[in-house]
């Protein structure tokens, strides 16, 4: 698969997971990062864009374990999203 429709398909599945968490819906929002996390460790391939993501678990990470499920959304709907899309 084209690595772009990766992106797009990984796109749409993060603002999924942000929507299950923004409505308190935590058991599948959980279940939704594992999958976008997954997808996400394929999608990525250089140093840089590794490091980049990277740059973002500790603080997204943090938020899951505060339960602060609307912060954990904003990383997944607007912060990943974006530094997909300039990777793209």
């Known amino acids: 698969m084209n690595k772009n429709v990766e ?3 990984l796109i749409n599945d993060l603002l999924i997971t942000s929507k299950h968490l923004r409505l308190g819906e935590e058991a599948q929002g959980a279940k939704h990062l ?5 997808k996400l460790e394929t999608i990525i ?3 840089m864009e590794k490091s980049r993501i990277a740059s973002l678990l500790p603080q997204m990470l943090s938020a ?4 602060d499920w609307l912060s954990l959304a904003d990383y997944l709907e607007f912060e990943i999203p974006d530094m997909l899309t300039n990777i793209s």
């Open 7 to 9: 992106i797009t398909l």
């Open 45 to 47: 391939s250089t140093d």
């Open 64 to 67: 899951h374990e505060r339960s």
């Open 34 to 38: 594992r999958m976008c996390l997954d």
